[in-house]
């Protein structure tokens, strides 16, 4: 008798864990702020090479409850090798990006939360120069 109830306590928080779980992965609705950054950067479309160089830009922008967009979206850092051009294409495609994926669909929870917030949101295009080994030739070898 004794493990026929270990069992029913079981099979009841199973039921328990699988109600109180977010409803996000079935309503496709954001719940944490990485499933906001995740939906934004799925949305992002890089200017083709033919019209503008690779740079990394950063947009700040705040957004209400429900998803849509407050006040104005901001550039905050865009790389300092970039021509007017690349700046200038890479500023609409932000902003392309921006109109294309909101309204963002919040969950209540995190409407809530996020409402009024600004987020910095950066976009990397550049390749990354491979970090180069430091030499420590300034270190005293260790004597044993």
Request: overall charge positive; some cysteine.
């Amino acid at each position: 008798m004794q493990r026929g109830m270990s069992s029913v306590w079981f099979a009841t928080a199973v039921v328990l864990l699988a109600l109180a779980w977010p409803a996000r992965a079935e309503t496709g609705q954001l719940d944490t702020l990485q499933d906001l950054y995740i939906q934004l950067h799925r949305c992002w479309k890089p200017p083709p090479l033919s019209v503008a160089n690779p740079i990394d830009i950063t947009v700040i922008v705040s957004f209400n409850r429900q998803g849509t967009i407050l006040g104005h979206p901001r550039i905050s850092y865009e790389s300092e090798q970039a021509t007017e051009n690349d700046r200038l294409q890479y500023r609409i495609a932000v902003m392309e990006t921006l109109q294309r994926c909101t309204p963002l669909p919040f969950t209540e929870g995190l409407g809530g939360a996020v409402a009024g917030r600004p987020f910095a949101i950066p976009f990397k295009t550049r390749k990354r120069e491979p970090k180069t080994q430091e030499k420590r030739a300034w270190l005293p070898l260790k004597i044993l």
